[in-house]
């Protein structure tokens, strides 16, 4: 990998495309949580490993390539959702979300809390797919996104709430009418 | 209504997938958009040869060229190249000057469409190309200056796809 990487960075597009089949898994479990549709996810690993190719030079090694190509797909993912608020804002439905659209591709070993992140308002599930799943700090997502601390904050714990209510009633209780 | 508790969601939180393998193919379009994007002065891969790229160099002038011609001389001969500088620090010269390079655009596109009516067998494929992706920079340029731009947006993306779409027979 390291010498794919070395060949890449000279500018060797078959060597990128071996980068690409490593990282493109991680990417797109990113993508897919963060745009809550199959079709937008493509889009953002589209322009995600553009940015990392045009990018790749400045490459150093200071992180592992996941760290860092994960740090340009969140600075992509933002700028993707800046450029395209308010013009299209998306909430998906719970009964027909991105899992359905990947139904035969892709089953996760936790289809209902999929089901129920995909479910939140775009916002609120960005800033907790940032938290909950990608690790990062409440200060970090408030720097990213330009939101105060406290926005983020009541955002991640929101969708938190809701998630509680909605595995709970999936996993104790027949689905609530 | 019962509710998970909190530790609960953290936990299986944890057990999601780490890694998704998307469900069609996407390195031909990612590969393809680098490749256009070098052909547009982004980094260059390698692989691509120094005569093609000469070749479309000239071809591209040769374009310029002949457009900033037929603009000037068949169109209206006060009508400044499109490629001239903004001289003026005042604000009505960008749009002067953008107004003078669409006029010349158009003109080069109608020139290609005469010539297909002319000749039905005439190759347009790399016209139209090129004329798409004028349009895709020239809304790039538009989001630059306000994100928020909704029609922007709206044609950005439907230049993009048409690109892509095209990429792709």
């Known amino acids: 990998m390291k010498a794919a990487l070395a060949r890449a960075q000279a500018g060797d597009l078959d060597a990128f495309e071996m980068v690409y089949r490593v990282t493109v898994g991680q990417v797109f479990a990113f993508s897919l949580r963060w745009e809550g549709s199959r079709g937008r996810a493509e889009d953002l690993v589209q322009d995600i490993f553009v940015r990392v190719w045009r990018a790749l030079p400045s490459f150093r090694g200071q992180s592992t390539l996941a760290t860092w190509i994960h740090a340009i797909a969140v600075r992509?993912?933002?700028d993707r959702?800046?450029?395209?608020?308010?013009?299209?804002?998306?909430?998906?439905q719970f009964e027909s979300g991105i899992l359905d659209e990947l139904a035969g591709v892709w089953t996760p070993p936790n289809l209902d809390v999929e089901r129920a992140i995909a479910s939140l308002p775009d916002r609120m599930r960005q800033m907790f797919v940032l938290h909950a799943i990608e690790g990062h700090s409440m200060r970090d997502i408030a720097e990213l996104t330009g939101v105060a601390v406290g926005t983020a904050q009541s955002q991640v714990f929101r969708a938190r709430e809701k998630l509680r209510v909605i595995l709970g009633a999936t996993v104790h209780e027949p689905v609530e009418r | 209504m019962s509710q998970l508790n909190d530790e609960h969601l953290s936990e299986r939180l944890r057990t999601l997938d780490r890694e998704v393998q998307p469900p069609r193919d996407l390195w031909p379009v990612?590969?393809?958009?680098?490749?256009?994007?070098?052909?547009?002065?982004?980094?260059?891969?390698?692989?691509?040869?120094?005569?093609?790229?000469r070749l479309t160099q000239i071809a591209a002038g040769m374009l310029l060229f002949v457009a900033g011609w037929f603009a000037s001389t068949h169109l209206d001969r006060a009508v400044a190249p499109p490629w001239a500088p903004i001289q003026r620090a005042d604000p009505i010269a960008g749009a002067v000057a953008i107004q003078q390079a669409g006029t010349a655009y158009v003109a080069a596109v109608a020139q290609v469409r005469a010539q297909k009516e002319q000749v039905a067998s005439w190759p347009v494929a790399q016209a139209h190309d090129v004329a798409v992706a004028a349009i895709q920079g020239a809304v790039w340029e538009l989001l630059q200056m306000d994100p928020h731009d909704a029609t922007a947006t709206t044609i950005f993306e439907i230049a993009k796809k048409a690109r892509q779409e095209r990429m792709k027979k």
Do not use: D, F, V
């Open chain 1, 76 to 78: 992509t993912a933002i």
């Open chain 1, 81 to 92: 959702a800046r450029a395209q608020r308010p013009a299209q804002h998306h909430e998906l």
């Open chain 2, 30 to 53: 990612i590969g393809g958009a680098i490749r256009a994007n070098a052909r547009l002065g982004g980094m260059e891969p390698r692989g691509i040869s120094t005569l093609r790229r």
